[in-house]
């Protein structure tokens, strides 16, 4: 029985794979995005209302070129649709001017000539005394920071892939794909498509489509919560910034201005970035329990007290966390008709429409001139970083 054939077929349309049919789409490739779940949706790694975005990467200052891309791409998908999807608020990096988060920033800034301004432990008190944070503390400030909307920026890619001609299916998992003489048969739960690429853009459930990728991926629970200021002005957007604070040990404690109108929980947005407990995306326990609020109740009343109010929301989310908490964007090595993306280790949204862009190049034409070859599978397999433990991005590689 003849098979309706595509050029490209995505799995996985979330923040990674909405942005990949859209490139595609838009330079007339016939692709299908297939989806486990709605489009958007809140079950994998992009839910909970918005991600920050900002150029002084303290991960490594290899992203800063990516960045580069990202927030002219970001800019694009505004003007095309009209929407505040990237809103630039500004952002504060605060903690040890030696540590990961501060140094790391400024060393991505000096590298790059990003526009920053460090303050002092005294000048940080002046200009945004919503923060208590250890004498010694210093800080990085960043102008063009900010923060991009989740399901808007998803939703803005899949309604645009369908503009150029994309089709895109929900609620069809992927549930096999094979090669055969003519190219890739893909197969759902509804039907078996035949095609020229796949890419695999599945997030948390990247490991059940590619058992055989030899990169260790490890999935996290992670909490999100929302409170009301008990002083809420202080907090709006324009007087306050995205932030986060190093707390020396590792791990980030961040989070949002209070924005208006925004989908989801009202109040401020607060989280702690560091790899929570081991789970699986099938095996997670969605349900918040009152003990999650400890991830972030503590850092409130230590950081921002005048913050310290009732809380509005809570939510739980996956990263899929690689071992060196580097992203992954490949050709499959065994499989060169097969782009991964997987491995986003809880810092991957600002840099979807770049990666999308990369999946593109590389599912039409097998390479990218975008810089990511830091980002390749080839790294796990000569380095013995598969012995290595999971990092959090907060420490420096
Ligand atoms: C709490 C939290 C905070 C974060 N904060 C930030 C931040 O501030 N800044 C930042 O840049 N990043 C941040 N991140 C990271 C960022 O959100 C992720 O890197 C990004 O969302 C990953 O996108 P993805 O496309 O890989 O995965 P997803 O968006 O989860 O997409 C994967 C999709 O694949 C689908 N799928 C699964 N299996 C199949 C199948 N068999 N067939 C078809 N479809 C399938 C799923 O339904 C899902 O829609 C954060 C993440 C979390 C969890």
New binding site residues.
């Given amino acids: 029985m003849p098979r309706e054939r595509f050029d490209v077929i995505v799995?996985?349309?979330?923040?990674?794979?909405s942005a990949a049919c859209f490139h595609l789409a838009r330079r007339g490739v016939r692709v299908l995005g297939?989806?486990?779940?709605s489009t958007p949706?809140e079950?994998?790694?992009?839910g909970?209302q918005s991600?920050?975005?900002r150029y002084c990467y303290y991960e490594h200052p290899d992203y800063v070129p990516l960045l580069r891309r990202s927030y002219e791409l970001w800019d694009e998908l505004c003007a095309v649709t009209s929407q505040p999807i990237l809103r630039r608020t500004g952002g504060l990096y605060v903690g040890d001017p030696n540590g990961p988060s501060v140094a790391g920033s400024r060393q991505s800034a000096q590298a790059h000539g990003l526009s920053h301004e460090m303050l002092s432990h005294g000048m940080l008190k002046e200009r945004f005394p919503q923060f208590r944070v250890p004498d010694g503390y210093e800080a990085l400030y960043e102008p063009n920071a900010g923060m991009v909307t989740t399901a808007t920026a998803i939703a803005a890619h899949l309604n645009l892939a369908i503009d150029f001609g994309g089709e895109i299916h929900a609620h069809e998992?992927?549930?096999a794909w094979r090669e055969d003489d003519r190219g890739l048969l893909v197969e759902t739960t509804k039907a078996t498509y035949a095609a020229d690429r796949l890419v695999v853009?599945?997030?948390?459930?990247t490991s059940?489509?590619l058992p055989d990728l030899g990169v260790p991926l490890q999935v996290t629970r992670?909490v999100?919560g929302w409170v009301w200021p008990r002083n809420p002005e202080p907090f709006r957007v324009g007087r306050f910034p995205v932030w986060a604070v190093d707390d020396g040990a590792g791990s980030l404690h961040y989070g949002f201005p209070l924005i208006d109108g925004l989908p989801g929980p009202l109040g401020l947005k607060v989280?702690h970035h560091r790899p929570g407990p081991p789970t699986t995306a099938t095996s997670i326990d969605r349900r918040v329990r009152d003990a999650d609020e400890s991830a972030f109740r503590a850092a409130i009343a230590r950081y921002l007290p005048d913050a310290d109010g009732p809380l509005t929301g809570m939510k739980v989310?996956?990263?899929?966390n690689s071992r060196d908490a580097h992203f992954v964007v490949d050709l499959l090595p065994e499989h060169p008709f097969v782009a991964v993306?997987?491995g986003?280790s809880?810092?991957?949204?600002?840099?979807a429409p770049v990666i999308g862009e990369a999946l593109a190049d590389l599912a039409t034409t097998g390479r990218t001139r975008l810089p990511i070859g830091f980002l390749g599978i080839g790294r796990f397999r000569t380095t013995g970083v598969e012995d290595a433990p999971i990092q959090t991005s907060t420490l420096r590689t």
């Fill in positions: 799995a996985g349309v979330g923040a990674m794979g297939l989806d486990a779940d949706n079950n994998g790694s992009s909970g991600r920050m975005i998992p992927v549930v853009a599945a997030g948390s459930w059940d489509l992670q999100l989280a989310c996956m990263y899929t993306a997987c986003f809880g810092h991957g949204f600002k840099f």
